[in-house]
Antibody, heavy 121, light 107 residues
């Protein structure tokens, strides 16, 4: 059974930093692209970033590029999101998602339960 | 960046009704379009990818169609368990933008 468990969320002041983790199990982690998706309270979904199987490619939404960094450790079956220069508008539940390859593109098929990040003074 | 626009933003229908949600891309995305269902308080679930391919385990009352810029998600016979917000997402490349969501309720 595919399991994705996020951790590391919490309350952080504007301008602060936070590192999210996602522990994967139930599949061969190193064979999959992985994504982060967020959802502000009461709002819709926003794709944040993804990373290739070997970590050689990363992509970001414009609103986080330069502030967030996605990384992975295939030996530990773990995905990370390092967030810095946090803003109030980054407040959201952050989901880790497994991406699967279809017709040379990737989309997400399994999602974790999410971890809440609150940016507030 | 390509924008994804869903309509309507919300709808209310009776059990057994046919429900259609549309998603429009501001530029062509071939068939790189997925639909997700998010029930209240739950994690999003993949329903359809490649515009019309049903994900394993998804009931056959769900179907998708379209290519290029215009896409539809259809629920052939609405069930109480289908109460949820539905999102389209393009995945032809980054950023993988979602539509704003369509909230489906039972009348």
């Amino acid at each position: 059974e595919v399991q994705l468990v996020e951790s590391g969320g919490g309350l952080v002041q504007p301008g602060g930093s936070l590192r999210l983790s996602c522990a994967a199990s139930g599949f061969t982690f190193s064979r999959y692209w992985m994504s982060w998706v967020r959802q502000a309270p009461g709002k819709g979904l926003e794709w944040v970033a993804n990373i290739k199987q070997d970590g050689s490619e990363e992509y970001y939404v414009d609103s986080v590029r330069g502030r967030f960094t996605v990384s992975r450790d295939n030996a530990k079956n773990s995905l990370y999101l390092q967030m810095s220069s946090l803003r109030a508008e980054d407040t959201a539940v952050y989901y880790c998602a497994r991406d699967f390859l279809t017709a040379r593109r990737v989309t997400s098929d399994y999602w974790g339960q999410g971890t809440l990040v609150t940016v507030s003074s | 960046d390509i924008q994804m626009t869903q309509s309507p933003s919300s709808l209310s229908a009776s059990v057994g009704d046919r429900v259609t949600i549309t998603c429009r891309a501001s530029q062509g995305i071939s068939n790189y379009l997925a639909w997700y269902q998010q029930k209240p308080g739950k994690v999003p679930k993949l329903l359809i990818y490649a515009a019309s391919t049903l994900q394993s385990g998804v009931p056959s009352r769900f179907s998708g169609s379209g290519s290029g810029t215009d896409f539809t998600l259809t629920i052939s016979s609405l069930q109480p368990e289908d109460v949820a917000t539905y999102y389209c997402q393009k995945y032809d490349g980054a950023p993988r933008t979602f539509g704003q969501g369509t909230k489906v309720e039972i009348k």
